[in-house]
């Protein structure tokens, strides 16, 4: 089964008003952060807030993720507490840069919310595949391309070519442990083009979504990352030719003038079933 993740949107836990109108927004994930969008002294309560909406299913049916605090900071062993509780989808694991801090946490939650994994530093770009096949109950790897721009010290410049080879290591790492891994966040609200042009190249690179920082940005992140029309009338039709190549005896179709394999029916099924999830 496909579950749609094409819109992660980190939601402030501290802002009262924002977990309220996040009710409304049509994000394939939320994500209530209680890391870096809350001041140290705002922690506990918007701790208590987040948990109590998690806990109400305030959400309904869709996806809805924690941001806890990194472990070895003050509040991380408390989150985990209140979290398990809570019962999230998920809990998002910010600054994981080993295996190690996936098995620790899934022994400190006990059974119960899955664990996504932030990639925000070299050492976690290297890693990737460790952490991604650290357990089973990690399903999606997350980039946090501010900090990893940060610390490999590259500039902010369109197309991000200092990052595409910690994004390319990153997909690698996913996608050899079978994972889901969606995209890291566009920093310039008035820049609607770039975030657009950025979420076509993460999903020309490969990834399943992309992380977002405010609802404007959640229509064009939901439109450029599904199936589009001409994609899903074109899987239909290497479905078709090839149901029809296998009834004649042969192992091979084309349509369009292309050669149809198994790993183009393979990618015709995944369009279709996404398209299918969105309906």
């Not at 806890?68 to 998920?90: E, F, I, K, M």
Request: include cysteine; glycine fraction near 6%; hydrophobic fraction near 45%.
């Amino acid at each position: 089964m496909i579950r749609p993740r094409r819109s992660a949107l980190y939601m402030p836990g501290a802002n009262e008003r924002a977990l309220e109108k996040a009710k409304s927004i049509p994000a394939d994930v939320l994500v209530l952060d209680l890391e870096d969008a809350v001041a140290p002294d705002a922690k506990a309560a918007a701790r208590e807030r987040v948990c109590a909406l998690v806990a109400d299913r305030a959400y309904g049916e869709r996806e809805v993720v924690i941001r806890v605090n990194a472990p070895g900071t003050p509040w991380h062993a408390d989150d985990l507490r209140a979290v398990a509780q809570a019962g999230p989808s998920a809990v998002l694991l910010p600054k994981v840069s080993t295996p190690q801090t996936v098995l620790e946490v899934e022994q400190a939650l006990g059974p119960g919310p899955e664990i996504w994994a932030m990639l925000e530093t070299p050492a976690a770009v290297l890693a990737a595949p460790q952490i991604a096949a650290a357990s089973e109950r990690l399903p999606v790897l997350v980039l946090g391309t501010n900090d990893l721009a940060n610390e490999l010290r590259a500039e902010p410049v369109p197309g991000r070519a200092p990052l595409l080879t910690a994004l390319s290591l990153a997909l690698l790492g996913a996608r050899a442990a079978g994972k889901v891994i969606l995209d890291g966040v566009y920093n310039d609200l008035k820049d609607p083009a770039g975030f657009e042009a950025e979420c076509v190249q993460g999903r020309q690179l490969g990834f399943d979504g992309k992380t977002l920082i405010h609802p404007s940005q959640v229509e064009p992140c939901n439109r450029v990352f599904a199936p589009s029309a001409e994609q899903v009338a074109e899987s239909r039709e290497i479905l078709a030719a090839w149901d029809e190549a296998l009834a004649e005896g042969r192992g091979v179709a084309t349509v369009r003038g292309r050669l149809v394999e198994n790993l183009h029916v393979a990618n015709a099924q995944r369009i279709l079933a996404m398209a299918e999830a969105l309906t």
